[in-house]
């Protein structure tokens, strides 16, 4: 059968799109933030197509050249602006207006996060509740100053680290987050990593293990470990540990904590 360019374009940019699994195109579009595929992709999945049912039409290497052109195009085209952004400032102001989930209309303020943006730690907490809405800061409120709390017992103060969240915006009666709103503001804090580079990423809460870790334990399961983070340009040890707030309404999880942070503190002074 007969296939032009413009078919096997469509075929690639499909295998791409739903390629390692997934299926949704918001996930498609962070992969493509996080560079995960990259132009070799590109190449191998022409080998496949060509391999498969396509050979009358690829017979020349000029052919392949154009359709792996043709094919980095239509991913640039799917770039934002943001993904450029060489700073955290600059990626701040870049995405501050966000409105791509409906988060975005009820906020007060957008949530970017706060701390050294050269930090050898990042904090990652679920999204903002009602005072760091109004605040338009991470972690403040009664949970912000347990958060200061731990951080200090374990001698980092918050200027030295960067703080943030999951979600850049308040879900309405602190409900908590959708597997939608996650997929579309989580490349927000994939860049914030990239730009950080931070060696230690301490997750603090369910929503923020899960999504990081891409796993579905309880939190129970996946505390006291440290996993190998990769983010673009670079690797950081991450260790799970309870929320803030959990830790407000059940102390009973304090020692727990306690004890995952010393270890986290210890692994962070060995390096
Ligand atoms: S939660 Fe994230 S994706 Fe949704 S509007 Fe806010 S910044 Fe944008």
Same mark, same amino acid.
């Given at each position: 059968m007969e296939r032009n360019i413009n078919e096997i374009l469509f075929d690639t940019i499909n295998f791409l799109k739903f390629?390692?699994?997934?299926?949704s195109y918001d996930i498609f579009e962070n992969y493509i933030d996080r560079n995960i595929l990259t132009d070799e992709d590109i190449k191998i999945n022409i080998t496949l197509i060509e391999n498969q049912n396509t050979e009358e039409n690829l017979k020349t290497q000029a052919v392949k050249d154009k359709v792996i052109k043709r094919v980095s195009k239509e991913i640039s085209l799917l770039?934002? %602006?943001?993904? %450029? =952004?060489?700073?955290i400032d600059e990626l701040n102001k870049k995405i =501050? +207006? =966000?409105?791509? =989930?409906?988060l975005g209309k009820t906020r007060k303020n957008f949530v970017f996060g706060t701390g050294?943006? %050269?930090?050898g730690v990042v904090v990652v907490g679920e999204a903002p509740g009602a005072d760091e809405d109004m605040q338009g +800061?991470?972690?403040?409120g009664r949970a912000g100053q347990l958060l200061t709390d731990i951080l200090k017992a374990i001698n980092f103060s918050r200027d030295e680290v960067f703080i943030c969240n999951i979600l850049k915006c308040r879900p309405p009666g602190n409900r908590n987050p959708m597997p939608e709103e996650i997929n579309l503001c989580e490349p927000y804090l994939f860049k914030q990593l990239e730009l950080i580079k931070p060696k230690f990423i301490l997750a603090v809460g369910t929503f923020a293990a899960q999504t990081l870790l891409k796993k579905k334990e309880p939190l129970g399961k996946l505390r006291g470990q440290f996993y190998d983070f990769e983010y673009e340009g670079g690797v950081a040890k991450l260790m799970v540990t309870f929320h803030p707030a959990a830790l407000l309404r059940n102390p009973n999880w304090k020692r727990p904590t306690w004890e995952d942070v010393q270890l986290f503190r210890k692994e962070y002074d060995k390096e």
């Amino acid at each position: 059968m007969e296939r032009n360019i413009n078919e096997i374009l469509f075929d690639t940019i499909n295998f791409l799109k739903f390629k390692q699994e997934h299926t949704s195109y918001d996930i498609f579009e962070n992969y493509i933030d996080r560079n995960i595929l990259t132009d070799e992709d590109i190449k191998i999945n022409i080998t496949l197509i060509e391999n498969q049912n396509t050979e009358e039409n690829l017979k020349t290497q000029a052919v392949k050249d154009k359709v792996i052109k043709r094919v980095s195009k239509e991913i640039s085209l799917l770039r934002e %602006d943001w993904m %450029d =952004c060489g700073t955290i400032d600059e990626l701040n102001k870049k995405i =501050c +207006k =966000c409105q791509k =989930c409906p988060l975005g209309k009820t906020r007060k303020n957008f949530v970017f996060g706060t701390g050294n943006p %050269d930090a050898g730690v990042v904090v990652v907490g679920e999204a903002p509740g009602a005072d760091e809405d109004m605040q338009g +800061k991470p972690f403040v409120g009664r949970a912000g100053q347990l958060l200061t709390d731990i951080l200090k017992a374990i001698n980092f103060s918050r200027d030295e680290v960067f703080i943030c969240n999951i979600l850049k915006c308040r879900p309405p009666g602190n409900r908590n987050p959708m597997p939608e709103e996650i997929n579309l503001c989580e490349p927000y804090l994939f860049k914030q990593l990239e730009l950080i580079k931070p060696k230690f990423i301490l997750a603090v809460g369910t929503f923020a293990a899960q999504t990081l870790l891409k796993k579905k334990e309880p939190l129970g399961k996946l505390r006291g470990q440290f996993y190998d983070f990769e983010y673009e340009g670079g690797v950081a040890k991450l260790m799970v540990t309870f929320h803030p707030a959990a830790l407000l309404r059940n102390p009973n999880w304090k020692r727990p904590t306690w004890e995952d942070v010393q270890l986290f503190r210890k692994e962070y002074d060995k390096e």
